[in-house]
Nanobody, 116 residues
Framework: VQLQASGGGVVQPGGSLRLSCITS????????IGWFRQAPGKEREGVSC?????????YTADSVKGRFTISRDYAKRTVYLQMNNLKTEDTAVYYC?????????WGQGTQVTVSS
């Protein structure tokens, strides 16, 4: 099982980034995929998640609602997080996660730094 997050970087406030989570080794269509983040000295928190092909629902945390959009490409086994109007408080390491019942897989993180 692999989840490879990429797309992080340094951006000024108000800028945009698109994170990608490329997956392999599990039945992608039937897993919920989520993005989490962890800022220095803080606990990991959920940012956004998208359900499996069975439901096709999504959830976004209030702190990023209206600015972040999650989507998934079943053919590419990839989940994206489009992040617009970034704020300094969005600075964190972003992780993707795949979950189905008791199965829970994490990828490595990608650093997002929002700074002027």
């Amino acid at each position: 099982v692999q989840l490879q997050a990429s797309g992080g970087g340094v951006v000024q406030p108000g800028g945009s980034l698109r994170l990608s989570c490329i997956t392999s080794g599990f039945d992608f269509d039937y897993y919920a995929i989520g993005w989490f983040r962890q800022a220095p000295g803080k606990e990991r928190e959920g940012v956004s998640c998208i359900s499996s092909r069975m439901d096709n629902n999504s959830y976004t945390a209030d702190s990023v609602k209206g600015r972040f959009t999650i989507s998934r490409d079943y053919a590419k086994r990839t989940v994206y997080l489009q992040m617009n109007n970034l704020k300094t408080e969005d600075t964190a390491v972003y992780y993707c996660n795949a979950q189905q019942l008791w199965r829970n897989y994490w990828g490595q993180g990608t650093q997002v730094t929002v700074s002027s």
